[in-house]
């Protein structure tokens, strides 16, 4: 088995391939949806909704982003938005004219509100005990609301209070900031930002503002007092007071902005169309200045609110994808700036001689010089690694150290940057294919040729190793019947010798094998052996047999046809060559030969007929041989059997 494996190891294909593996646990999840859907988080269960409107379905995932079950049963689901205590989770139901109520515990609807026929809701929020929410299409759109402080919940439609709007308001609200709606008319250029006073349960617009429409995606601070806005058409997303709807601040992006989501603490993450797919995914940990950027997807990225934090805030969950191939980016430390470590070693180098490795560790907050990296080196004398220390980044993020690699083969030096509280861990591998030396092994009886059931000994011969001294010798029989086997292993005696006695019923290929060690390659040697087979020929019908002219020889009355019977070993399909010649003025000429198949016992009788008395003098002799390509089969090297011999009498 250790021969097998080195001889496994000595044989991989090496190449300088860096294997960029972050420690952390960021993870790409796939998800049963054809395109993103609007997402909320459940800290008391620890779910993850998102609405799935073609499949007309809301998918639940756990904590981790796994999915875990549906709540199936609502045509063309739209937004989501949880009671303050979690229990329940509402649903914009757009085709079906309606909002659902589902108990976040069991998974399962436990009312619904019709709106009306065509109104369409699309947008949520909870407020005050009641559920604000847009409907309608273009400029037939609305504000409407379900009041479920009511003893039974009604449901008031037209509360737009003055507004006209282009397409159904996206709405907002905070329990930190009761009584306050926000509402934005996000399908014309010429949209405002609305704040309403829903104190009473009848919207009262307390200021609105023209903040240029188009608007992605919004989401209220921890206080409700601000909102941040993604969009329209600006590489920024906006901060705005939501006393006087003055910008407080903004938060400068590569790309138009697509979707926010704010984390408990106040933390501000975001996604970008990303068109020069170069960071999609926006962290604002310090504040505007110096977003953490990642890059969790080559496509362009969904404009739904498909960016969600975990409810306590410490994981950020993104969605990926369209058309089918829809994906769930789990990032666990979305606070950090994402570090890249690359590793470049030689393709190749020679044992025992010094080598340089380079690389280097960046992110979009640089680190210092000095920065700690530990560098592992594995080998065929280190599997589990070994420790070469730690080695400081250098300025500009490089780094650079040298070693002397003990062991040939595959040596793999891995380099891992631990983290700190500003910066994600990251870790990175480069592979050397080290130089070993030839070793010598040969393999005895190459080309011999054997008896059937001959028992030969084989003796393999292996020159100098390093440390493995162990061998193998493996027998393959011609014939697709017969494996490869292995039928000897172990390490080589003294002399450097390791034999072993087969016994041989066909044609076979031996072949000697050395897996290699850290400072010689593997090694292998083959022997090729025929071997013979079983043939016997007997004659029967003779009236006597007698020595005369050199070999015993059947007599026969000319009325008597002979009966020669063969005995061969038998081999499916397997036929016996039989030939037939005539002794004239003191040679022998052959008549043409015949094959004739062998019976499943492997015998095979031929029947020598004819007018016997024009034979009457002369001597004949017959043959049955196997013939290795032409006999049928080609497991055994080619035999004649003996010449048997007779003639006829009056």
């Given amino acids: 088995m250790a021969a097998a494996l080195a001889a496994l190891i000595g044989s991989t294909a090496i190449g300088s391939l860096a294997l960029a593996t972050p420690s952390y646990a960021d993870a790409n999840l796939p998800l049963p949806l054809s395109d993103a859907g609007y997402t909320v988080a459940d800290g008391v269960h620890q779910h993850l909704f998102l609405a799935d409107s073609s499949h007309n379905q809301i998918v639940v995932t756990d904590s981790t982003g796994k999915v875990t079950g549906t709540v199936t049963g609502l045509p063309q689901v739209r937004d989501l938005v949880l009671s303050p205590d979690s229990s329940t989770l509402y649903a914009a139901v757009y085709g079906a004219d309606k909002i659902v109520a589902i108990d976040t515990a069991q998974l399962k609807q436990t009312a619904e509100y019709p709106t009306g026929a065509h109104t369409t809701p699309s947008h949520l929020a909870y407020a005050d005990g009641r559920i604000w929410f847009g409907y309608g299409d273009q400029w037939d759109s609305g504000l409407g609301v379900v009041d479920l402080t009511a003893a039974t919940p009604t449901v008031t439609l037209d509360l737009n209070a003055g507004h006209d709007y282009a397409s159904p308001p996206k709405v907002y609200a905070d329990p930190d900031n009761p009584g306050t709606l926000v509402a934005l008319d996000a399908g014309i250029s010429s949209g405002p930002v609305i704040v309403y006073d829903v104190s009473s349960g009848t919207p009262v617009i307390r200021v609105t503002e023209d903040k240029g429409g188009f608007y992605k995606d919004a989401a209220l601070t921890p206080d409700g007092q601000d909102i941040v806005v993604a969009g329209p058409g600006t590489r920024a997303l906006t901060e705005y007071r939501l006393s006087d709807l003055s910008a407080v601040r903004t938060y400068p992006v590569k790309d138009e902005p697509e979707t926010v989501s704010i984390a408990p603490d106040g933390t501000i993450a975001a996604t970008v169309l990303d068109t020069d797919d170069i960071g999609d995914t926006y962290v604002f940990t310090g504040g505007p200045d110096k977003p953490s950027v990642r890059n969790v997807s080559h496509n ?327 013939v290795d390509g032409t006999s049928g089969d080609t497991v055994n090297s080619t035999t004649h059997g003996a010449w048997k011999y007779f003639t006829f009498t009056k």
């Fill in 300 to 626: 362009w990225m969904p404009g739904t609110h498909a960016i969600s934090w975990s409810a306590d805030g410490s994981r950020l969950f993104v969605q990926t994808g369209s058309g089918g191939s829809m994906g769930l980016h789990r990032i666990d430390e979305p606070r950090k700036y994402e570090t890249a470590l690359t590793v470049d070693a030689p393709s190749t180098a020679p044992r025992a001689k010094s080598l340089k490795v380079t690389g280097k560790l960046t992110s979009g907050l640089s680190l210092p010089a000095g920065t700690p990296l530990q560098v592992t080196r594995t080998d065929m004398d280190s599997p589990k690694g070994k420790s070469l220390g730690t080695k400081p980044l250098g300025s500009g993020g490089t780094f650079s150290f040298t070693d002397t690699p003990p062991a040939g083969g595959k040596v793999t030096y891995t380099v891992t940057y631990a983290g700190d509280a500003a910066h994600t861990a990251a870790q990175a591998a480069d592979a050397v294919s080290v130089s070993r030396g030839k070793a010598s092994l040969t393999l005895t009886n190459n080309g011999k040729v054997y008896d059937y059931g001959k028992a030969v000994k084989f003796t393999a011969h292996l020159g100098t190793t390093y440390k493995n001294r162990t061998a193998e010798i493996w027998a393959d029989p011609f014939g697709s019947d017969r494996p490869n086997k292995l039928v000897k292993s172990g390490k080589v005696d003294s002399h450097g010798n390791l034999s072993v006695t087969v016994n041989l019923y066909r044609d076979t290929k031996l072949t000697a094998k050395f897996g290699g060690d850290s400072r010689y390659n593997p090694a292998s040697a083959v022997s090729t052996v025929g071997d013979r087979v079983s043939v016997s020929t007997s004659v029967s019908g003779q009236y006597k047999a007698k020595s005369t002219w050199g070999h015993t020889y059947y007599f026969f009355h000319k009325s008597k046809n002979p009966l020669i019977t063969t005995k061969m070993t038998y081999f499916p399909g397997r036929a016996q060559k039989f030939e037939f010649e005539v002794y004239y003025q003191g040679k022998w000429y052959p008549g043409d030969p015949a094959y004739f198949k062998l019976g499943g016992d492997g015998v095979s009788r031929v029947q020598i007929t004819g007018d016997h008395g024009k034979d009457v003098g002369w001597r004949f002799r017959v043959r049955s041989s196997y």
